[in-house]
């Protein structure tokens, strides 16, 4: 775990939209996302230059285009890609993104059997296991909605939301850290990686209740 760069955008698409890369979902999701990158990128640069001996950072660089769309909603292929692997932080607007329920693929794909939706929800959840092993960095941006695909937030989303704001927003609209010491530079670096194992921890408990959830379905 750390502050790798680059940071690489994470737009995951809707069924709705198929693999319509422009669609005006994608579109939004990605500006919002590459706003974000472009105001965090300083301060990660900033901690790669000043600190270099108390954050980890990739070996090597990132080829890939900074938007990575994920078309296929069955197999995540991007997701648990090793070409991501640690060399970069991903950045999302939502754990939708990265692992939706029965409910969520039963709503986008109606005239499935419920031996497919579960396939499809066994496979997502093979591709989120993939991706929690490589242990590559995340972090979930808050902020951003389209609709109608408006979420009701959890209360450990809005925990993370707001750790998120208060951490981030100080940096980015003051750029502060380029008045810190060596000591609160390295604090605040280690926040920031604080804050991403908040948000894989909140991944993997969604993961387990998502897995137990099918487990009982099976029983049923």
């Known amino acids: 775990m750390g502050l790798f760069l680059p940071l690489v955008v994470y737009t995951a698409t809707r069924k709705r939209y198929g693999d319509w890369q422009d669609s005006p979902y994608n579109k939004a999701k990605t500006n919002f996302l590459c706003q974000k990158r472009e105001q965090l990128l300083p301060f990660y640069e900033f901690v790669f230059q000043n600190s270099d001996n108390t954050v980890t950072f990739g070996m090597k660089p990132y080829t890939e285009k900074t938007e990575l769309f994920e078309s296929d909603l069955v197999n995540r292929p991007v997701l648990s890609s090793k070409s991501i692997g ?83 927003e100080p940096i980015v609209v003051e750029r502060i850290y380029e008045s810190y010491d060596e000591d609160l530079l390295a604090q605040t670096a280690a926040d920031l990686m604080d804050l991403q194992g908040r948000s894989r921890s909140y991944l993997q408990n969604k993961l387990e209740k998502t897995k137990e959830a099918m487990e009982k379905a099976k029983v049923v």
């Open 86 to 168: 640690n060399n970069c932080t991903i950045l999302i607007t939502s754990f939708y993104d990265i692992l939706r329920g029965r409910t969520d693929i039963r709503k986008e794909n109606e005239g499935l059997s419920d031996d497919e939706v579960d396939e499809r929800l066994a496979a997502e959840i093979a591709s989120v296991e993939a991706f929690l092993a490589g242990l590559t960095p995340f972090l979930f941006v808050p902020g951003f909605s389209f609709s109608p695909y408006i979420e009701r937030p959890t209360a450990d989303s809005e925990r993370l939301a707001k750790s998120f704001n208060e951490l981030m």
